[in-house]
């Protein structure tokens, strides 16, 4: 059989322009030394009674370990990208002359990198397909050893950074940073606090000088002014009897009688 793309290739979406330094270090190793040149596949093909991997094999297989490296959440090591995402981000999808799309060329690969131990997949039988296509796809340490100059110690190490972004709240389940940019989202995030603080201040200065101004009006004054802005607020009596109504007076009377007795803060 004929195999369509001979060179398939990993296409990275236009969104991933700025790439965090591991992903930048996975590439660049994966495309130096190639996954299909690791020693173990020659074991593991003639344990299970194949001949060596041919070119094909290999370049599917090299062009899968890009794009999964690429589609990894670091903090559950859960590949998210299905099966037919990835089979057409690296050009594996093939489409007959009647247009049925098959993945079957991406589905074989993944398996096979399963049983070399690269790869946890849960495999479901699909009736179009009339082949088993790997449904759940999690990376282990050996991929990491092969993908990663550091291998398992530089994946641990990017893992912990990605963790303590979304912690922060930089970054978002599945979103990968840079340092500069995380660098970036931590100054907007300290100048949205400032900014919120400093409108804290002066709404609380506002009702400060409004409570003294209240507070020093004779109390019948003040507590009619607060009754009609309690009226103006709720819009109608909401079933409010008198002995209700005074109440809320009383209670948002000692309210600003407190917030005027507050020292102002001092300015450093």
């Given at each position: 059989?004929?195999?369509?793309?001979?060179?398939?290739?990993?296409?990275?979406?236009?969104?991933?322009?700025?790439?965090?330094?591991?992903?930048?270090?996975?590439?660049?190793?994966?495309?130096?030394?190639?996954?299909?040149?690791?020693?173990?596949?020659?074991?593991?093909?003639?344990?299970?009674?194949?001949?060596?991997?041919?070119?094909?094999?290999?370049?599917?297989?090299?062009?899968?370990?890009?794009?999964?490296?690429?589609?990894?959440?670091?903090?559950?090591?859960?590949?998210?990208?299905?099966?037919?995402?990835?089979?057409?981000?690296?050009?594996?999808?093939?489409?007959s002359a009647a247009g049925n799309v098959s993945i079957t060329r991406c589905s074989r690969a993944i398996i096979e990198m399963e049983k070399a131990g690269f790869l946890e997949t849960e495999l479901v039988w699909d009736r179009v397909l009339g082949c088993h296509?790997?449904?759940?796809?999690?990376?282990?340490?050996?991929?990491?050893?092969?993908?990663?100059?550091?291998?398992?110690?530089?994946?641990?190490?990017?893992?912990?950074?990605?963790?303590?972004?979304?912690?922060?709240?930089?970054?978002?389940?599945?979103?990968?940073?840079?340092?500069?940019?995380?660098?970036?989202?931590?100054?907007?995030?300290?100048?949205?606090?400032?900014?919120?603080?400093?409108?804290?201040?002066h709404e609380k200065s506002k009702q400060r000088t409004a409570a003294k101004k209240l507070t020093n009006d004779n109390i019948v004054v003040s507590r009619g002014?607060?009754?009609?802005?309690?009226?103006?607020?709720?819009?109608?009596?909401?079933?409010?009897?008198?002995?209700?109504?005074?109440?809320?007076?009383?209670?948002?009377?000692?309210?600003?009688?407190?917030?005027?007795?507050?020292?102002?803060?001092?300015?450093?």
């Amino acid at each position: 059989m004929r195999v369509k793309n001979s060179t398939p290739a990993f296409t990275r979406p236009n969104h991933q322009k700025n790439l965090p330094s591991f992903l930048v270090a996975c590439n660049t190793m994966l495309t130096k030394c190639p996954a299909s040149a690791w020693d173990g596949w020659q074991l593991i093909r003639r344990v299970h009674g194949k001949s060596l991997m041919n070119t094909h094999r290999a370049s599917a297989i090299n062009s899968l370990f890009i794009a999964i490296a690429n589609h990894v959440d670091l903090k559950s090591s859960v590949v998210f990208s299905n099966v037919y995402d990835l089979a057409h981000a690296t050009g594996l999808a093939t489409v007959s002359a009647a247009g049925n799309v098959s993945i079957t060329r991406c589905s074989r690969a993944i398996i096979e990198m399963e049983k070399a131990g690269f790869l946890e997949t849960e495999l479901v039988w699909d009736r179009v397909l009339g082949c088993h296509i790997p449904k759940f796809i999690n990376v282990t340490d050996l991929f990491w050893e092969i993908a990663h100059p550091e291998g398992t110690k530089g994946y641990h190490a990017a893992r912990e950074s990605q963790i303590s972004y979304q912690r922060q709240g930089l970054a978002e389940p599945e979103e990968w940073l840079t340092v500069s940019q995380a660098k970036e989202r931590r100054r907007r995030m300290h100048i949205k606090t400032a900014f919120k603080l400093r409108r804290a201040k002066h709404e609380k200065s506002k009702q400060r000088t409004a409570a003294k101004k209240l507070t020093n009006d004779n109390i019948v004054v003040s507590r009619g002014k607060i009754g009609k802005e309690i009226l103006d607020e709720l819009g109608s009596l909401h079933g409010l009897d008198p002995k209700a109504f005074q109440v809320m007076i009383s209670q948002r009377y000692a309210l600003y009688n407190k917030i005027a007795a507050d020292p102002a803060p001092t300015r450093h």
